[in-house]
């Protein structure tokens, strides 16, 4: 396995404050992954391990400080769609969850990288999503093609299936945060559905409201006082914000993308990653180019709503399409002068440094196990999109 280190520049804008931060390239590895990318990249709660989602079908857990390699779990036969670590810090800190289009939901313990359960959803299904919650903290949700599974994790026994509320692949299911009997929904069929998952769970009984987005969604996520809001990126790139209680529409912003593209002077955004949520209101959108370069914009959720300049500009460590993006929080970045991970179609893991105190050229660098594809052309249409 051949490999090259490689200098290249790279920079992160910050225009707020008309600043203009430079970064530099660390080393690049390559390697023989072929076309890999990279899908999802998701913290330990505690934030002393990374776990990277590829399209070889496993899951490789990293130091997010070092990027030290830890290990694999290997064991799905088909895509990897989402992946998470348990949020039970105190009973599960070394539990990993992954699902695959392979239909199984799968649990992994990260000090042996071996599997210790796995869920089937059977027949032929693929899980597209999963999620954890319930009144007592029990159930496990996945969404599947056309159909929201319930499971009790304890036994791995199922105990609902969902299957007239949605006509197409369910592409999200998330419990509400501080709500955990509330279910969310979201499927390609553009709806959006709530479920009280208190009792015995059916459709006729327990879908509380339907929330009519129209086209293809993609990821949704809450945000807001009590996390009341919920906002919703679509496969055509358009972004709505809702108030998931009574299915009120805030914003729509059909025309989100050229918005972001009006607001920098890189290429036209082709893309949204995903959106990031610090806390309060405040809400981004996260867009990229097909080139890799990605631009945090804030959102203004007030009246018709408008997205704004971008306020962080992330270039030159990305060669296609970016999948993932994974902010660190200060407690644990700010020491070590970290902004955070990106991973994308061009197989790349970079980490973002920025260190305003050192008397050295600040640094971003890419995990040396990780694939870094020499440049070729590539189509530019977005890979699918779950």
């Known amino acids: 396995m051949e490999r090259e280190e490689e200098a290249s520049e790279m920079e992160v804008e910050v225009q707020n404050h008309r600043q203009v931060k430079k970064f530099g390239l660390k080393n690049s590895i390559q390697t023989n992954f ?31 400080v ?19 670590f348990s949020s039970d810090s105190a009973a599960s800190p070394h539990l990993l969850h992954s699902c695959s289009s392979d239909g199984t939901i799968r649990s992994w313990d990260t000090r042996s990288f071996q599997q210790v359960s796995c869920i089937d959803a059977g027949n032929g299904q693929e899980v597209f999503s999963f999620s954890y919650g319930g009144a007592s903290d029990h159930l496990l949700a996945g969404g599947c093609k056309e159909q929201v599974l319930l499971w009790d994790w304890r036994n791995s026994k199922q105990v609902a299936c969902l299957e007239e509320s949605h006509g197409d692949d369910v592409t999200q299911v998330r419990f509400v945060p501080n709500n955990p009997n509330k279910l969310l929904s979201a499927s390609v069929d553009g709806l959006i559905c709530l479920f009280n998952t208190e009792g015995d769970i059916n459709d006729d009984d327990h879908l509380e409201t339907v929330i009519n987005v129209g086209t293809s969604i993609g990821k949704i996520g809450f945000f807001g006082d009590c996390y009341k809001k919920l906002w919703c990126l679509t496969h055509i790139e358009t972004l709505s914000v809702w108030n998931w209680q009574d299915g009120s529409c805030e914003i729509n912003l059909e025309k989100a993308r050229e918005l972001a593209s009006d607001s920098w002077t890189q290429d036209n955004v082709d893309y949204f990653v995903d959106c990031h949520c610090p806390g309060g209101d405040d809400l981004w959108v996260i867009g990229g180019t097909c080139a890799g370069t990605i631009g945090y914009f804030p959102v203004n959720c007030e009246g018709p709503g408008s997205v704004g300049s971008a ?38 893991l970079c980490c973002w440094k920025s260190d305003e105190n050192s008397t050295e050229i600040n640094r971003s660098w890419t995990s040396s196990e990780l694939v870094v594809k020499p440049p070729r052309n590539r189509k530019k249409n977005r890979h699918s999109p779950y």
């Open 311 to 348: 306020e962080a500009i992330l270039g030159g460590g990305h060669i296609d399409v970016v999948r993932s993006v994974l902010r660190m929080p200060c407690e644990y970045g700010g020491a070590a002068g970290l902004f955070g991970w990106t991973g994308g179609e061009d197989g790349r």
């Open 34 to 64: 072929g076309s890999d990318y990279v899908f999802q990249i998701v913290p330990k709660f505690d934030w002393t391990a990374i776990a990277v989602s590829l399209s070889t079908n496993t899951v490789k857990l990293y130091s997010p």
């Open 66 to 84: 070092t990027g030290q390699y830890y290990g694999e779990c290997k064991g799905h036969s088909d895509t990897v769609n989402q992946i998470a």
